[in-house]
């Protein structure tokens, strides 16, 4: 067990001890599994594969301002069928 904290350590780039608390909680699986999903993102980001955070920001407001739209139109012909 000492080998693979070290080694998951390693990979992270933290000390066994600091990373010990989460691997207590959590398991070594679900910390390895972070761990490398951390390590793919570190990856796409220096590679350029990212969405820039205005964009996103933008989508989040149309979907939810369609969401909002259709929310109303619906309520509109509830309102409808009640009067």
Do not use: C
Request: aromatic share 4%; glycine share 4%.
């Amino acid at each position: 067990m000492t080998a693979r904290l070290d080694r998951l350590a390693a990979r992270a780039e933290v000390s066994a001890e600091a990373i010990w608390n989460e691997v207590w909680l959590y398991g070594f699986q679900d910390i390895e599994e972070s761990v490398d999903a951390d390590l793919e993102a570190q990856e796409d980001i220096a590679a350029g594969r990212t969405i820039p955070h205005e964009e996103v920001m933008a989508q989040a407001r149309r979907n939810l301002e369609s969401n909002v739209r259709r929310e109303k139109n619906q309520a509109k012909a509830l309102a409808g069928l009640s009067g």
